[in-house]
Nanobody, 126 residues
Framework: QEQLDESGGGLVQAGDSLRLSCAAS??????????TAWLRQAPGKEREFVAA?????????YYSDSVKGRFTISRDNGKNTLYLQMNNLRPEDTAVYYC????????????????WGKGTLVTVSS
């Protein structure tokens, strides 16, 4: 059964850094075959795309304006793991972060997502 497992969330102070990981498991579930993304959902708000990376060699990336220049998405195909490096965190980055995989590029619509992780909570204090 295909599964995505996020890790790396926690409580940090504004200006700190965190790296989220998302490990894929399941027979023949290779992240390199999918466009993959990180989304987040803050309390009382809709789920939003944060960053996405294309399949294969992962040579295309997308970032929301709110995280551009601070967050970096990457994928290690050998480890079948997706990452999100988050620097200079702000209180408004507080949310549950989800990793996701889909077939379309750009992966920018919730309806295009085939697989979801369960999420990891990031809390940024001021």
């Amino acid at each position: 059964q295909e599964q995505l497992d996020e890790s790396g969330g926690g409580l940090v102070q504004a200006g700190d850094s965190l790296r989220l990981s998302c490990a894929a498991s399941g027979h023949t579930f290779y992240l390199s075959r999918y466009a993959t993304a990180w989304l987040r959902q803050a309390p009382g708000k809709e789920r939003e795309f944060v960053a996405a990376i294309s399949w294969g060699s992962a040579d295309k990336t997308y970032y929301s304006d709110s995280v551009k220049g601070r967050f970096t998405i990457s994928r290690d195909n050998g480890k079948n793991t997706l990452y999100l490096q988050m620097n200079n965190l702000r209180p408004e980055d507080t949310a549950v972060y989800y990793c996701a995989a889909g077939y379309n590029w750009p992966l920018s619509r919730i309806s295009d997502i085939q697989y979801w992780g369960k999420g990891t909570l990031v809390t940024v204090s001021s």
